[in-house]
């Protein structure tokens, strides 16, 4: 009876660990699979984007968020800008890879 007392407090140890280890995977990983990009806020401001396929980690919830991006088909302006700030350039993807379009300059 012990023994199997012994058993049972190991075995929900064991599961409760599983299911927080797999809330803060869940909470920390983003996935991004090929044709999309996930860009990543911190506080509402853009921080980066992640463009190629695979595990991307981000810190949780109230601090960072991921929204999805579709790459197949988009016109909007330079990721650079949604990052960075920059207004220099106008990017257009369709069926050529990011071709220049405009100056907000006018250079």
Known sequence: MVDALIVQRWLRAVVGTLAIAAMAFYALAIV??????VMVTRFGRPLRIAETPGLHWKLPWPIDQASLLDMRRRSLESLDK????????????????FSLLQSKDGK
């Not at 991004?32 to 990009?37: D, K, S």
């Not at 350039?89 to 890879?97: K, N, Y």
Request: cysteine-free; charged content about 25%.
């Open 32 to 37: 991004v699979r090929e044709g999309e990009a």
């Open 82 to 97: 949604l990052v960075n700030g920059n207004t220099s350039l106008l990017l257009r993807t369709d069926s050529e890879p």
